[in-house]
Nanobody, 124 residues
Framework: QVQLVESGGGLVQAGGSLRLSCAASGRACNIYVMGWFRQAPGKERDFVAAISRSGGSTNYADSVKGRFTISRDNAKNTVYLQMNTLKPDDTAVYYC?????????????????WGQGTQVTVSS
């Protein structure tokens, strides 16, 4: 089992940047595919980005392509989400998740472990 703790959220103006971190403990995170999801009030939890165990493959939601970058440092058991050119529509609680399966998935229910989330608010 792995425990996930997100950090780095906050309030930022449109056009600004934030970097989210997800620290894993309990088991080495290099045995998991890692993903980021987000959930705005009254909406479903949506896929944002995911990264393979080695970090060699990534997948992004169309809405964040070219603006967000997912990366991982397995030596530090940490996954990152660099968010640039933020928009008010990016406002949500961002969740880190871990998947024991081999391939990248964009479906929330296939992820096995979740963090508590970190709030990101983008003002216009």
């Amino acid at each position: 089992q792995v425990q996930l703790v997100e950090s780095g959220g906050g309030l930022v103006q449109a056009g600004g940047s934030l970097r989210l971190s997800c620290a894993a403990s309990g088991r080495a995170c290099n045995i998991y595919v890692m993903g980021w999801f987000r959930q705005a009030p009254g909406k479903e939890r949506d896929f944002v980005a995911a990264i393979s165990r080695s970090g060699g493959s990534t997948n992004y939601a169309d809405s964040v392509k070219g603006r967000f970058t997912i990366s991982r440092d397995n030596a530090k058991n940490t996954v990152y989400l660099q968010m640039n050119t933020l928009k008010p529509d990016d406002t949500a609680v961002y969740y880190c998740a871990a998947d024991r399966r081999l391939g990248i998935t964009v479906t929330a229910y296939e992820y096995d472990y979740w963090g508590q989330g970190t709030q990101v608010t983008v003002s216009s």
